[in-house]
Every structure is written in structure tokens, then in C-alpha cells.
Nanobody, 120 residues
Framework: QVQLVESGGGLVQAGGSLRLSCAAS??????MGWFRQAPGKDREFVAT????????YYADSVKGRFTISRDYAKNTVYLQMNSLKPEDTAVYYC???????????????WGQGTQVTVSL
């Protein structure tokens, strides 16, 4: 069974930064990405990294503020979040799969989630 271990969530003031990490127990996945889910809302795509060219993709709401990166040697994906806003508050989930996509259904394994709270 594939395991994903996330870390790095927490409480930060608006304008601050956080860095999330997610380590996978296997290295066979094409894509490693991040989704988030706020209370009462659907899970939404944040960013993903993968494919043969190591391409990265972002949701419009985080472009220019968040950066996804992937360490293939460590089977780890990172999400550097800068200029955080209260609307970024959510549980953030790491996900891995065999397709580079922005929909939750395209990913095969999920982390347990880590809470990110941005205060005013």
C-alpha cells in the first residue's frame, strides 16, 4: 500500500508563508500534486508537477504565490506558499497518480491532509 506522509501545515498571518512537504513510499508516479478543501466546499486543485518534462500546473487562484517542486530522488513534493490569504485556509491534501491532471479522480493515492489556517 502506498503511503504519503505530509507535513508543514499550521497557522500563519495573512501575507505570511508556509511550506508543505509530502513524501511518497514509492517513486513510480507520473504526477504529484496538491489539492485543498475548505469547510463546506468541494476539494479543489491547487498545483501539480509531473510528466516527462517535469512540467508544473497551477490553479489560477494561486498562480504567482505558490510554487510546487518535486525531488525525484526523495520521492517528495513540496508546496511553497507565499503571500497567503485568509481564503487559502483549508485542509491541504497531497495526491499522486499516473496522469497529470487537475481533477481529483485522476489521482490514485492521497495523503491524510494537513490544516493550513491564515488569519487576518
Amino acid at each position: 500500500q502506498v503511503q504519503l506522509v505530509e507535513s508543514g501545515g499550521g497557522l500563519v498571518q495573512a501575507g505570511g508563508s508556509l511550506r508543505l512537504s509530502c513524501a511518497a513510499s514509492e517513486r513510480t508516479f507520473t504526477s504529484m500534486g496538491w489539492f485543498r478543501q475548505a469547510p463546506g466546499k468541494d476539494r479543489e486543485f491547487v498545483a501539480t508537477a509531473g510528466g516527462s518534462a517535469g512540467s508544473t500546473y497551477y490553479a489560477d487562484s494561486v498562480k504567482g504565490r505558490f510554487t510546487i517542486s518535486r525531488d525525484y530522488a526523495k520521492n517528495t513534493v513540496y508546496l511553497q506558499m507565499n503571500s497567503l490569504k485568509p481564503e487559502d485556509t483549508a485542509v491541504y491534501y497531497c495526491a499522486v497518480g499516473y496522469h497529470v491532471a487537475g481533477t481529483p479522480g485522476a489521482y490514485d493515492y492521497w495523503g491524510q491532509g494537513t490544516q493550513v489556517t491564515v488569519s487576518l
